[in-house]
C-alpha cells in the first residue's frame, strides 16, 4: 500500500485538488459528453471547503484528497481523488474506511455521487453503499450507519 497519511486541507490547496479532479474525473467526463476543461476545475474551486476537506500525502508529497460535508440529514462524501497512479493499491479504501468508522460511531448516514459507468462505484458498494437514486450523469448512493452504531 506504500506510506500516506491524512492532514487538513487549507486553502492553498484547492489548485492542486482543482488539478487531480481534471485528471480523474476526464475519462468519465468525456464518456459521458460532459468533459469541458474549464468548468471541471472551477466547479471544485467553488464548492471547496478546507474546513471539511483533507489532503492525503503519499511519501509526503500530494496524492489526493477526500471532503466529508455536514448536511441536514447525512455527511456528504465529496471530492474523493487519488492520483491514477496509486489507485488500485488499498489507499483509498484505507482513506474511506476511516471516514466511514467515524461517522459510524456518530450514527451517521453518508451520502455520494458517482458518476454513471465510473469504476470507484464498485469502491463504493464494497464499503456497504447502495444505490439511492440515478440520472443521466450521476448515481446517488447512501449508507447507513450499522444497527449497533445508533443504539450507543
Known amino acids: 500500500m506504500g506510506e500516506w497519511s491524512i492532514r487538513p486541507a487549507s486553502g492553498t490547496d484547492v489548485e492542486a485538488v482543482a488539478e487531480l479532479r481534471a485528471v480523474v474525473l476526464r475519462a468519465d467526463l468525456e464518456r459521458l459528453g ?7 476545475r472551477q466547479r471544485l474551486r467553488d464548492g471547496f471547503v478546507p ?15 477526500v471532503a466529508l460535508r455536514p ?5 456528504w462524501l465529496e471530492h474523493f481523488y487519488l492520483a491514477p497512479h496509486l489507485q488500485g493499491n488499498g489507499i483509498g479504501a484505507a482513506v474511506l474506511r476511516g ?4 461517522c459510524d460511531r ?3 448516514l453518508v451520502r455520494l455521487n458517482v458518476l454513471r459507468g465510473s469504476p470507484a462505484r464498485r469502491l463504493y ?4 453503499f447502495t444505490l439511492d437514486t440515478e440520472d443521466p450523469v450521476d448515481v446517488f448512493m447512501v449508507r447507513e450507519p450499522p444497527p449497533a452504531a445508533c443504539d450507543g
Open 51 to 65: 474546513a471539511h476537506t483533507w489532503v492525503i500525502e503519499v511519501g509526503g508529497a500530494f496524492a489526493g484528497c
Open 34 to 40: 460532459r468533459y469541458d476543461e474549464r468548468r471541471v
Open 106 to 108: 456518530d450514527g451517521i
Open 99 to 102: 471516514l466511514l468508522e467515524r
Open 125 to 128: 458498494e464494497r464499503h456497504g
Open 71 to 75: 448536511a441536514e440529514d447525512a455527511h
